[in-house]
């Protein structure tokens, strides 16, 4: 069974930094090629809105605009797991993070369109206190 499991949330002050990671199980993440990795968030009362993905192969990323410069993502096949590295937080960045598998047939490709992804997580609380 295909299974991803988020961790590392919590609550942090403003320009705090957190690292969520996304443990996969039931599969390599190694073997998945062509399978992007992608972050996703969802504050309350809000729709589920792309944070950031990473390409199966070569490890091109994408960041949404609000994101980029202060988050950081990455993957690591040998330990089965992304990771999401945030710095700077702010109380906008308040949500439950996702992460999620969806495959690309260019391997070099990812986007944040969430029904691009078929595999999630059951995500992670983010709070940012100001």
């Known amino acids: 069974e295909v299974q991803l499991v988020e961790s590392g949330g919590g609550l942090v002050q403003a320009g705090g930094s957190l690292r969520l990671s996304c443990a996969a199980s039931?599969?390599?993440?190694?073997?998945?090629?062509?399978?992007?990795i992608g972050w996703f968030r969802q504050a309350p009362g809000k729709e589920r809105d792309g944070v950031s993905c990473?390409?199966?192969?070569?490890?091109?990323?994408t960041y949404a605009a609000s994101t980029k410069g202060r988050f950081t993502i990455s993957r690591d096949k040998a330990k089965n797991a992304g990771y999401l590295r945030m710095n700077n937080l702010k109380p906008e960045d308040t949500a439950v993070y996702f992460c999620?598998?969806?495959?690309?047939?260019?391997?070099?490709?990812?986007?944040?369109?969430?029904?691009?992804?078929?595999?999630w997580g059951q995500g992670t609380q983010v709070t940012v206190s100001s």
């Open positions: 999620a598998t969806g495959y690309y047939t260019d391997s070099q490709r990812c986007d944040l369109a969430v029904n691009k992804y078929d595999n």
């Open positions: 990473i390409s199966s192969s070569d490890g091109i990323t």
């Open positions: 039931g599969f390599s993440l190694d073997d998945l090629d062509g399978y992007a």
